[in-house]
Structures are given as C-alpha cells and as structure tokens.
C-alpha cells in the first residue's frame, strides 16, 4: 500500500482496493466538508469533466479544462450524428443501427462504456454546439477562477481546495440496484482524485462510499481509518502493548 509523503491526516475514510477492499484511502493533511467554491473539480470522465465545465460557465466560473479535448469531441460529434439519423464511424458507436439502440445500450447493458453513456446524456442535455462551444471557451490556467479535469489529467497534481465530480456513481446492478464490487479500476481512480486535495476535501460523487458495508467494517477494524471530521488531529499507528515478564522471571523493578 503507498501513501502520499507529508501525511498528517487519515482522513476521508474511503474504502477501495487494488485486491479486495483493504486499501482505505488517506487523504493526507486534507479536511473533508462541503465546499462552496473549489479550486480543481476532477471527474472521472472526459464527458463528466465538460459537463461540469458547462454548469460552471453558466454559474460565471472561468474555467481550464484539463481532458482529451479532441477524444471528447469527436464522441459528441458522432452521437449527433447518429442522433439525426447518420452511421458516423466511431469505433464505440460501431454495430448500432439507429440511436435508439444507443439509448438502450446504456441505459440497460451493464457493460455499457461510461464516456459514451455520459456523452450520450451530454449531447441531449446540451445539444454538440453547446459542448464544443464550452470546450473552446476555456482558458488558459493561469487566467482560471476553477480547473475541471479527469482524475487522470490530474495524476501529479495538487489543489488547495478539491471538490470530486458527479461521474463517479456507486456500483449498482442496473436492473435490480443491487451493490456490486468496486472494480479496482474505479478503486485507482478514485484514490488519485481523493488524494489531490492539499487542504479541503469534498467527496462529492464519492460520498456513497461511507455508507459501503466493506468501508464500515474496515473503519469498525481500524480507528485510523476514520475522516477528520470524526478526528480532529493526526491519529498515530496504534503499537501493540509490551509483553510483560510473568511473576518472579526477569530483571527486577527498581522502586522510584
């Protein structure tokens, strides 16, 4: 298990796992609250990213957005076309006859890929022109009032201040809203975003995670895994206690 050098905090109290679930994450020196503005709002996903951006230039936010700009809009590009009725010839749109077997797709295989299910939404919500629009509108970093990017993009990196994107929905069994494992890809994922927060923490669209049956059961093993919320100050490893000679065996005491 790695740990971020300088770690003074466990906080977050998230459970993923790169085996089962044993790797709880530790966002270190970072407080877990809500936040009204953030510095960096990192998704999982290209699609999640410039839907966030979307919602944050409407608000006024000057947004960088930091995603595979050309992936994500050739995607769109293609789900508009397939939208008014035309074959485009992406790869994840390839074997569908209409855009109506689209829709199914990802909305009932539980298989689907998110990007294109999140694109899919984006495109209807927002309409193409929109979404290359917002894309083309950002700017350069260090004109930001926000940075958006895909916990990917963000691998490396630090923000004060770091809210996790809505693209990041719990595992659930899409027929019968079942829970299901964590992927350990998600489980990656998921601890690079949560570790990119240097002061302020919001869990976002990972806060299902404290409600997670492995998670509790890991906190309920191990007190250090519990966030700052619960533990106001760094919560040392607990040593076992020293093994005590039995009575009239070894060195005697001296009496002070």
């Known amino acids: 298990m790695s740990f971020r050098r300088g770690s003074q905090c466990p906080a977050a109290g998230t459970g993923y796992s ?69 074959q485009p010839a992406h790869p994840l749109l390839a074997g569908f006859r209409n855009f109506g077997e689209v829709q199914e797709y990802v909305r009932e295989d539980p298989t689907a890929d998110l990007d294109l299910a999140l694109t899919v939404r984006l495109v209807e919500r927002f309409s193409v022109g929109t979404v290359l629009k917002a894309i083309d509108g950002c700017v350069p970093e260090n ?70 049956p492995e998670v509790l059961e890991a906190q309920a093993k191990s007190p250090a895994l519990v966030s700052k919320r619960q533990v106001p100050t760094a919560v040392p490893a607990l040593e076992p206690p020293p093994t005590l000679p039995s009575p009239g065996t070894g060195p005697e005491l001296e009496t002070v």
Request: hydrophobic residues 40%; contains cysteine; aromatic residues 4%.
């Open 143 to 212: 004109q930001a009032s926000v940075v958006i990017s895909t916990a990917h993009k963000a691998k490396g990196l630090e923000w004060p201040n770091v809210r996790i994107g809505d693209d990041f929905p719990e595992p659930r069994d899409k027929g019968t809203g079942t829970r299901l494992p964590i992927p350990d890809t998600l489980a990656r994922l998921a601890y690079v975003a949560v570790t990119r927060a240097k002061d302020t923490l919001d869990l976002g669209g990972l806060s299902w995670i404290h409600n997670r």
């Open 18 to 86: 790169a085996t089962t679930y044993t790797r709880v994450t530790r966002v270190s020196r970072s407080e877990v609250t809500k936040l009204g503005h953030a510095d960096a709002v990192l998704c999982r996903t290209n699609a999640g990213a410039v839907t966030a951006a979307i919602e944050a230039q409407a608000a006024g936010e000057k947004v960088h957005l930091k995603v595979s700009a050309d992936s994500i809009k050739k995607l769109a590009y293609s789900v508009d076309q397939m939208m008014q009725g035309k």
